[in-house]
């Protein structure tokens, strides 16, 4: 059977079309679902007058802000293809910092929030040194840090929760609301915003992007690889620093569980925001999405009534699902690469 050129050029059109709605689809498509999941929450007859309500809406952004600036802090390195499970352990302990230089050495608010942002960055470069300069395993290493901050945290705090004089400024901002929005919206915004212009829009963000492709032929044409690794981990250890400022002015506190806590949930969003917008490649308004993805499921669930396990399993099963999509994505679009 012969097919004529006039039979090829009649598919031809039909093939760009499907590649384009399959295209879209993969970009847009976690942003469908959790549209569909905001609709089904909102009409549900157990969870139809609680989850829609301003108060809940209210409860979820400001929840939802911590483990926002964690998931960032995760996505900056990890688009140099380096993976930091410290994160949210440093995020404990800027807020332990913080909130200790107020409640046991009477500091003004200004030097907490200072050591809270040190100690995050301070911990960033630690692992990026490790990283590059003794070429240890980013998740080993990055996994006993996560360890080691935690054991130091229950020795310096005797497992106690730090709580006294701190700030009313601090408490007041991370509980109050403007206009009906969450105060602390005030600082996620702006961080969302420099974090995506500085990896989507800089040859900063170029050169990361093109080490988390390839460090081989990032360094063959000049990138200083090691640096930029270095300092991606710092940057990435300042957005935990002010993920801990953020967690004790929500808490009002500061303990040694708070912090760790949030590992899962960042990690779960910040895969699942590599399904969406860029498929197969981690980005900070992916990571968003799927931060709020997963805190609207968490909360439909509990509201109606889930076992206290639900959430566990959600997050979990939804950080292999992300996982599995993230792959496939990212060995589809090599496969395009050098089919090109």
């Known amino acids: 059977?012969?097919?004529?050129?006039?039979?090829?050029?009649?598919?031809?059109?039909?093939?760009?079309?499907?590649?384009?709605?399959?295209?879209l689809g993969?970009?847009?498509?976690?942003?469908?679902?959790l549209a569909a999941v905001v609709l089904f929450f909102s009409t549900y007859s157990k969870t139809s007058e609680a989850f829609p309500s301003q108060a809940n809406l209210i409860t979820l952004i400001g929840?939802?802000?911590?483990?926002?600036?964690?998931?960032?802090?995760?996505?900056?390195?990890?688009?140099?293809g380096v993976i930091d499970l410290s994160a949210a352990a440093t995020t404990g302990a800027s807020s332990i910092a913080t909130a200790s230089v107020m409640s046991r050495f009477d500091g003004p608010l200004w030097?907490?929030?200072l050591a809270g942002l040190v100690i995050g960055a301070a911990v960033g470069a630690t692992n990026g040194?490790?990283?590059?300069?003794?070429?240890?395993?980013?998740?080993?290493?990055?996994?006993?840090?996560?360890?080691?901050?935690?054991?130091?945290?229950?020795?310096?705090?005797?497992?106690?929760?730090?709580?006294?004089?701190?700030?009313?400024?601090l408490t007041q901002f991370g509980s109050l609301n403007w206009w009906g929005l969450p105060r602390l919206l005030v600082v996620l915004v702006p961080v969302v915003l420099a974090t995506w212009y500085l990896l989507e829009h800089t040859p900063y963000g170029r050169q990361l992007s093109a080490i988390g492709s390839n460090p081989k032929s990032?360094?063959?044409?000049?990138?200083?690889?090691?640096?930029?690794?270095?300092?991606?981990?710092?940057?990435g250890g300042l957005l935990a620093g002010i993920a801990g400022v953020l967690l004790c002015a929500r808490a009002g506190?500061?303990?040694?569980?708070?912090?760790?806590?949030?590992l899962f949930p960042a990690l779960a969003a910040v895969f699942?925001?590599?399904?969406?917008?860029?498929?197969?490649?981690p980005n900070p308004l992916g990571a968003i999405v799927g931060v709020f993805f997963v805190a609207i499921a968490v909360s439909g669930l509990s509201i109606a009534g889930a076992a206290a396990w639900a959430p566990g399993v959600f997050n979990g099963g939804s950080l292999l699902f992300a996982v599995w999509m993230t792959t496939t994505f990212a060995r589809r679009g090599g496969r395009a690469r050098r089919g090109a």
């Open 1 to 23: 059977m012969t097919v004529t050129a006039s039979e090829t050029n009649t598919n031809r059109p039909q093939s760009k079309s499907h590649g384009f709605l399959v295209g």
């Open 26 to 33: 993969q970009r847009y498509g976690l942003l469908v679902i």
């Open 63 to 80: 929840n939802s802000t911590v483990v926002s600036v964690i998931a960032l802090a995760i996505v900056v390195p990890l688009t140099a």
């Open 111 to 113: 030097l907490a929030v």
């Open 129 to 169: 040194l490790l990283i590059t300069r003794l070429g240890l395993d980013p998740i080993i290493e990055t996994l006993g840090m996560s360890i080691l901050l935690g054991g130091v945290a229950i020795w310096y705090t005797g497992g106690l929760t730090i709580t006294g004089n701190i700030s009313t400024t």
């Open 218 to 235: 990032a360094r063959l044409v000049g990138i200083r690889v090691e640096r930029m690794i270095l300092s991606s981990m710092t940057i």
């Open 253 to 262: 506190s500061a303990d040694t569980n708070a912090g760790p806590s949030f």
């Open 272 to 281: 699942l925001g590599a399904t969406t917008i860029k498929p197969g490649l």
